[in-house]
């Protein structure tokens, strides 16, 4: 079992910033096992979306097109913690945040999600 928990949401205007957390917990073997983590975000009325993603083996990083050049996605592999950097947010980035952990066995681990608004 991972258990992920995000954090660093917030409001703040356009063209600001926002760093937010996810720190995955649980047992040595399960974390380890982590193949690839991701954001997510759902704005009301829409369906969820994938952000970013970055795979554990070799950090390569995937960006969704609405985000490119704007957000960067990192890890702390000592703190089991990935980052989502937003730079230059704007009003659709409006939205709940989540944290997607997918093992090598494709079990599936979302955290509670965190709201991000961009006001205008």
């Known amino acids: 079992q991972v258990q992920l928990v995000e954090s660093g949401g917030g409001l703040v205007q356009a063209g600001g910033s926002l760093r937010l957390s996810c720190a995955a917990s649980?047992?040595?073997?399960?974390?380890?096992?982590?193949?690839?983590m991701s954001w997510y975000r759902q704005a009301p009325g829409k369906q969820r979306e994938l952000v970013a993603t970055i795979i554990s083996s070799g950090g390569s990083t995937n960006y969704a097109d609405s985000v490119k050049g704007r957000f960067t996605i990192s890890r702390d592999n000592a703190k089991n913690t990935v980052y989502l950097q937003m730079n230059n947010l704007k009003p659709e980035d409006t939205g709940v945040y989540y944290c997607n952990a997918v093992t090598r066995r494709f079990n599936d681990y979302w955290g509670q999600g965190t709201q991000v608004t961009v006001s205008s």
């Open positions: 649980g047992s040595i073997f399960s974390i380890n096992s982590i193949n690839a």
